[in-house]
């Protein structure tokens, strides 16, 4: 299985951007896609955008389109999320997760590899 490792989740005013980091140990191109997922608090996981390897195809999540940006660094093994106008709603434990095969739902919580999160707190 591939090894996942989230980084630059941190506390941020409403309105402000981060930028997540998921580097992967292996190359990216061995699954066919990466996504980002989050959970707060009493919710349930659930999938905020996801990349296509070959190709760089996009999904977002309507709560997020037009504000997260998705995307990757193939040289590095890295998958990005670009947060803009960050929203107190968007605070949750973030996930990177992969998949082998093309989903049938590019937002469910089914891929079979996780990175451990990263915490992102809107305040």
């Known amino acids: 299985h591939v090894q996942l490792v989230e980084s630059g989740g941190g506390t941020v005013q409403p309105g402000r951007s981060l930028r997540l980091s998921c580097a992967a140990s292996?190359?990216?191109?061995?699954?066919?896609?990466m996504g980002w997922f989050r959970q707060a608090p009493g919710k349930e996981r659930e999938g905020v955008a996801a990349?296509?390897?070959?190709?760089?195809?996009?999904y977002y999540d309507d709560s997020v389109t037009g504000r997260f940006t998705i995307s990757r660094d193939n040289a590095k093994n890295t998958v990005y999320l670009q947060m803009n106008s960050l929203k107190s709603e968007d605070t949750a434990l973030y996930y990177c997760?992969?998949?082998?095969?093309?989903?049938?739902?590019?937002?469910?919580?089914?891929?079979?590899?996780w990175g451990q999160g990263t915490q992102v707190t809107v305040s």
């Open positions: 292996d190359n990216i191109y061995s699954n066919y896609c």
């Open positions: 997760a992969t998949e082998e095969r093309q989903p049938s739902n590019y937002f469910l919580p089914s891929f079979p590899d």
């Open positions: 990349i296509v390897t070959l190709g760089g195809t996009t």
